[in-house]
């Protein structure tokens, strides 16, 4: 199994799935009124692709996870790229922090980064910041989850694709504990031929984490969550 997508709720999957697009150079893969699909790849790294998914609810919740973007030493023209493409300045006191915090077009916030050594390599997505109740043990569960590596980082608990490019996993202690809402941003995890969804579904339930069956009649896809309570689907072999 590996990690597949990152997929965000929306209110127009198109607007904000195109503004992800130019975001991230990606190709695109899907294009339908309620879905929006487009392909990051890193060179000689992972594939990530970024979903855009319909609901009819605004953001209403502190995210959970969100998109952290390579800035660089070049910081300051991505910021006014980003801008340019439809993104907007949060509102709040962000001090001397190495980064700035804008939104894109439909408010979840994402964070333009400044240098640092240990984004290099990462592509235009520098880091997926996790909330996490016990980044340690939730770091050990995402490492077997996705087949990602512990990594030099920032957070509490940092993982990499193997080949040590694309972008880091990190696991950041939590702020409040997981409420009732879905999370607006969430992993997909693939299957692969010998991967059996029941046998996981009980690992998943031996490491902390849970099957979530939500009603929504029959999916081909399974959801669960991680022992913090983060939602992420597995997704049926191909």
């Known amino acids: 199994m590996y990690l597949e997508n990152l997929v965000t709720d929306a209110v127009d999957p198109q607007r904000l799935g195109r503004f992800w697009e130019a975001v991230i150079g990606g190709q695109r893969l899907t294009d339908e009124p309620d879905c929006f699909e487009t392909q990051l790849a890193v060179e000689d790294g992972p594939v990530l692709d970024l979903c855009f998914q319909r609901v009819p609810e605004p953001p209403c919740e502190p995210p959970r996870l969100h998109i952290d973007i390579f800035g660089g030493t070049a910081r300051a023209d991505e910021i006014d790229r980003l801008l340019g493409l439809g993104a907007r300045h949060l509102d709040?006191?962000?001090?001397?922090?190495?980064?700035?915090?804008?939104?894109?077009?439909e408010g979840n916030p994402c964070c333009v980064l400044e240098h640092r050594a240990t984004h290099v390599h990462t592509g235009p997505i520098a880091a997926l910041p996790l909330d996490s109740a016990d980044p340690g043990r939730d770091g050990e569960f995402w490492a077997w989850l996705t087949g990602w590596t512990h990594a030099p980082g920032t957070a509490a608990a940092t993982l990499r694709h193997p080949s040590l490019r694309g972008?880091?996993?990190?696991?950041?202690?939590?702020?409040?504990?997981?409420?009732?809402?879905?999370?607006?941003?969430?992993?997909?995890?693939?299957?692969?031929t010998a991967d059996d969804p029941d046998e996981l579904a009980a690992e998943i339930a031996e490491r902390g984490g849970r099957e979530f069956r939500p009603a929504r009649g029959e999916l081909p896809w399974r959801i669960h969550t991680d022992p913090s309570g983060n939602e992420f689907c597995l997704l049926p072999a191909r």
């Open 92 to 105: 709040i006191v962000q001090g001397e922090a190495p980064w700035t915090m804008l939104t894109d077009p």
């Open 167 to 192: 972008p880091l996993l990190e696991l950041r202690p939590e702020p409040a504990p997981k409420g009732t809402a879905k999370n607006r941003l969430h992993l997909d995890i693939r299957l692969e």
